[in-house]
């Protein structure tokens, strides 16, 4: 329910980065405002976390919760390439003797609610099916936003700082067009859950896998989930996947046939429900904070599904912008200096994500003949594919990557020159 006209913090979207950011700013005891524009619990995708996540849900106080909700153990990705050849898994725990070694795959109903539940434990006033009709940024804080709940009516609101977690949504970057898509990665996804799929089975550990098509013009996400089902998804170029003509289900059932792998896997599999689509999701923005504003998660920009950094990131963003606006909001500073102050930070670890995403998307590139050529890089590569971004040096692989991708490029162009 809203209750005030005013509040010191305005979180809108309450998915894990803005849940996160509203316990954040709750605990710190200033006045803080969640809204949800869909119905809680929700539908969404994004059920494959990176490890680092666990370092998230300390701080949250949640890794009890976590544990008890029953979610599928993730312990490793594996890649497989456009020839059907299966690298070994990455297996966290080879690599890592953390307690974060392992992570989950997750419903996102059940894991988002337990982070909006959290919130609203912290002392943040949650609303759901609330949606933002219009958003006033001034000069100087306070800002007003108009708000319409599901029964129709319409509060008109101030707040100090506003969090923007409203995911592709991006509500104020649309705004203040801020918006600037990555060139190369105009990116599109159909995605469905399967019954009976494969499943690891006979003890074996589940992980994340990413499967190549045979021309390597798109690829697969396969996540086993706690419910049973299996998270199935293509992606590949905008153009390529939704410009071609027919439904997203034929276009999915044609590259199936592509891919070996994902045939094997799905060999007596049923889809449950439909498929869904997301479109061109890549995206950067000019700004991420002003006076009396920040972005956060995908609503400051997102890189690509392949990794599965999208929760991560949106939780790290949303834990590390809470603190500064908390920080902010109690000293009467809510300049764009004061709520970017964790921006570089943040920004010098996604652009080794980003970096590896591209390596990925290269057709040159293929995980396992680069660590047969550069074993020594093992733990550098589990460090970038459990989000480990942070802290060190994970730079150092693409001292080597780099060059060993151009040479590969070279050799493929001269042999095309030569047929």
Known sequence: MIANRSY????????????????????????????????????????????E???????????SEIGRIGFTQKNGVQFVNSDDKETKPFIFADHDDRPCNQTWHVERSKFDQLLYETAFNRGATCTDETRVLEVDIRKKSPHKVTLQTASGKQHDITAKVIIDASGQSAILANRMQLKE?????????????????????????????ILHTENKDAWFWYIPLGDGTVSVGLVAD??????????????FENEIKNCPGIQRRLVDAT??????????FSYTVKQQAGEGWVLIGDAGGFIDPIYSSGVFL?????????????????????SAKQLGRWTSEYNEGVKWIRKLVRAF?????????????????????TNLLIGRVFEGNPGKIFEDLDPWIEKARKSDNMEMVSR
């Open 8 to 51: 010191d913090c305005l979180v809108i979207g309450a998915g894990p980065g803005g849940s996160a950011a509203a316990a954040i700013v709750a605990e710190q005891g200033h006045s803080t405002l969640l809204v949800e524009r869909d119905k809680m619990p929700r539908f969404h995708v994004g059920e494959s976390l990176m490890p």
């Open 53 to 63: 996540t666990y370092w998230m849900f300390e701080r949250l106080g949640i890794l």
């Open 181 to 209: 898509y990555y060139p190369d990665l105009r990116k599109a996804a159909i995605w469905g859950y399967f019954d009976n799929a494969v499943r690891a089975g006979g003890g074996n550990p589940e992980v994340t896998c």
């Open 238 to 251: 905008n153009d390529f996947l939704l410009k071609r003509g027919g439904s997203p289900q034929n276009t």
């Open 271 to 280: 889809l449950a429900g439909k498929f869904n689509v997301a479109k061109e």
């Open 314 to 334: 949106a939780l790290k963003s949303g834990i590390m912008a809470g603190e500064a606006v908390a920080e902010g909001l109690h000293a009467g500073d809510t």
């Open 361 to 381: 998307y290269t057709k040159e590139f293929s995980f396992g003949s680069f660590m047969k050529a550069f074993p020594e890089h093992g733990k550098n590569v």
